[in-house]
């Protein structure tokens, strides 16, 4: 372990060497080797990267990622040079064009930078979320996180290390936890920005997980209302023999977001019901396997499963059954299946890496408090209320959908805006990159004609995440650059990735365009911001549209989960500091154009998961088009569901009455047909 240095002496090493200058952040009793904070800067800047040892850790258990990132985020600190690569194929690296060694053993990695670290911080695996508070104690003490096993292969040879503070007993549950944590740690900690992040995730689970599972049923159409609601009976007589039968619900057409719907379970073995129960309730719980990812919604009656997620049952039929059935009350695009065979659970859970190094690296405080418990939203509230209007909030909230809408409606009532960020990889070497100023040729207009213009929105660019991983894959699709598409990214990439910003402008043809996501600089809902900070807010980020180039931001204005639209003062805040042409406004099953103020046209964009989603909507559109004058609509394009080549697909199916156009294009067109004056 280093040496601890008196006060004297690093006064003089700040004096004497450059390579140890004091970092220009506001929180200047937050020390942080090299990184610089300056107070216009809304994220810190990390020391050039110029040689990265990566660890893959792709395979590894979840405290070994744990254990990488957070040693990530002191040895990053001082100079990026560590590179946790999480992702089985990560196209980054090679981008960054940096020398490199990748290491396939990840302890070799700890070997050579232990001597960088002060100790260990051992988190309680009965208490997970004591993960978060062993993370905010690490970035204070330059320690690592590990499990008590862990630990004990580290206290030894040939590491040694000491074990600086051991939270095993220390805590009876996590709100306990956070509040300790926010009692003796908060006040050492960055007030520059907030990180929310779950503490551990479900661990992977295999390809083949379900190959023994066969298909019972299956809907063959995209039923999208209760019109196929009936009761089935399931015989599954055929796989009694082992402890449990597993049955499984999952999403026919993943694509579009309307997964089964189930409402109540009946089990009979050799005639007499061993379980009966609705979804939801609390006879249901004895019998979920594994949830992942479904929702019984406060107001429903159905658990429900969309996209990629299900979830399962298991049955313990009494010894000797020879017949054993099950009934279900259900409707919308269900799969079920069955096996006899135990699969791996997601409810299974590990600690996980990811934007740990850049929380650990700043010093920032780490929690997980949900929105729904009252206990744990007041203390959520009390965060919000000690760091000031405009402060970034990294990470993401609990209880997916909704989570996010309350999480939204929280930060932004106490002016604090979201980045989400919490499977973002290495953002302590991605902060180290150089920005490079692209040139973007201004393009004139298509001449105004009497069209259907439609223009394309790709919707999630406010996630980092996204931006590094998904939205990779959607701009590598053959596809991109065959017809005008936006492309919502984060204005925020200027600070938190300034290479994966470049690469997205340096790459783009001339029918792609980066606009930004939700809702300007960051995440937030105008709707609940402070009214009286709220303009200064936009004032202060706007610089961030213009350096990105991102003019064109998609908002999100809701109350509760239901879009609502701009105010006029809020739509004025828009115009006059982030200088927008126009603006796309979420609007449910809205479309169309209207004019705020009389001077700032808002396009509200209706979203689409399908091809025939979009086929269906424009054809409906067009219905009560005149022929006789301009007509505009947005669409916004699934992220999840729908390609480049999907989009592509849609337009070829388009008569010549429709003509697709890139955002500025779309509002420069609008602003001439309502008489607008052109904007710069």
């Known amino acids: 372990m280093i040496r601890k240095l008196t006060i004297l002496s690093l006064i003089l090493l700040c004096t004497l060497s450059l390579s140890f200058g004091a970092s220009a952040s506001a929180d200047t009793k937050l020390h942080n080797g090299s990184v610089k904070w300056p107070n216009h800067q809304e994220l810190p800047t990390f020391a050039k990267v110029k040689h990265l040892d990566i660890a893959n850790v792709h395979d590894e258990p979840g405290d070994i990622k744990l254990l990488l990132t957070t040693l990530q985020g002191i040895v990053n600190r001082e100079k990026p040079r560590i590179y946790v690569q999480q992702n089985e194929v990560d196209p980054w690296i090679n981008d960054l064009k940096v020398p490199y060694k990748l290491h396939d053993d990840a302890m070799d990695v700890f070997k050579a930078y232990a001597n960088e670290i ?16 062993a993370t905010t104690l690490a970035g204070l003490k330059n320690a690592v996180v590990a499990g008590p096993e862990l630990a004990k292969q580290l206290t030894a040879e040939p590491y040694n290390l000491e074990v600086i503070e051991n939270f095993q007993g220390k805590f009876k549950n996590r709100l306990e936890a956070y509040t300790w944590q926010y009692e003796n740690l908060w006040s050492k900690t960055t007030k520059r920005m907030l990180v929310g992040l779950s ?38 007589s055929a796989y009694l023999g082992n402890e449990a039968v597993y049955l499984r619900f999952n999403d026919a057409f993943p694509q579009d977001g309307w997964g089964p719907a189930v409402h109540e379970v009946v089990v009979k073995a050799d005639g007499q019901v061993i379980s009966q129960f609705k979804t939801g309730t609390p006879e249901e719980d004895p019998f979920l396997y594994d949830v992942h990812g479904s929702k019984f919604l406060p107001g429903s009656d159905h658990r429900f499963a969309d996209h990629g997620n299900y979830f399962m049952y298991e049955f313990k039929p009494p010894a000797g059954t020879k017949q054993l059935t099950v009934s279900v009350d259900m409707w919308h695009q269900y799969s079920v299946s069955a096996s006899n065979v135990r699969p791996l659970s997601s409810e299974q859970r590990e600690p996980f890496g990811f934007l740990r190094d850049y929380a650990v690296a700043n010093k920032a405080m780490v929690f997980w408090l949900s929105t729904s418990v009252p206990e744990e939203k007041a203390l959520f509230e009390k965060i919000l209320s000690d760091v000031k209007q405009g402060t970034p909030y990294l990470g993401w909230f609990d209880n997916d959908f909704e989570g996010e809408v309350a999480g939204i409606d929280l930060t932004s009532k106490h002016g604090v805006y979201v980045l ?5 990889h290495n953002m302590t070497v991605f902060s180290g990159t150089k920005r490079q100023k692209v040139r973007v040729d201004k393009q004139d207009a298509p001449k105004l004609t009497n069209k259907i213009y439609v223009t394309y929105t790709f919707g999630e660019g406010d996630n980092l995440q996204y931006d590094q991983n998904h939205m990779r894959k959607l701009w590598d699709d053959p596809a991109r650059g065959k017809v005008p598409i936006n492309w919502t990214s984060s204005p925020m990439l200027y600070d938190a990735a300034p290479a994966i910003l470049n690469h997205y402008q340096s790459t783009a043809t001339e029918n792609d365009q980066l606009v930004a996501g939700p809702s300007g600089a960051g995440y937030f809902s105008p709707h609940v911001w402070p009214e009286e900070t709220f303009p200064n807010f936009l004032k202060n980020t706007y610089k961030y549209l213009k350096n990105s180039g991102m003019s064109y931001p998609y908002v999100l204005n809701r109350d509760v989960a239901k879009d609502v639209p701009l105010s006029e003062s809020q739509a004025a805040a828009y115009e006059k500091y982030y200088k927008v042409p126009g603006i796309f406004l979420g609007g449910g099953d809205r479309t169309g154009i209207e004019i705020m103020n009389g001077t700032l046209p808002i396009s509200y964009m209706r979203g689409i998961a399908t091809v025939q989603d979009g086929k269906n909507i424009l054809a409906d559109f067009k219905a009560d088009w005149d022929s006789e004058s301009p007509k505009f609509i947005s669409l916004g394009i699934n992220a999840w569901s ?23 294009e779309y509002f420069s067109l609008i602003r001439e047909a309502n008489g607008l004056p052109t904007k710069p």
């Open 420 to 424: 989400p960020s919490d499977w973002f």
């Open 642 to 664: 729908m390609t480049p080549s999907d989009v592509l697909a849609l337009t070829k199916s388009l008569g010549p009455e429709y003509q697709i156009v890139r955002a500025d």
């Open 118 to 133: 002060e100790g260990i911080i051992i988190y309680d695996p009965e208490i997970p979320d004591s993960i978060n508070v």
């Open 199 to 236: 503490p551990n995730t479900s661990i992977p689970i295999p390809p083949d997980n379900y190959e023994s599972f066969q298909t019972l049923a299956i809907e063959k159409e995209q039923v999208r209302d209760d019109s196929n609601r009936k009761t089935h009976e399931f015989d599954l």
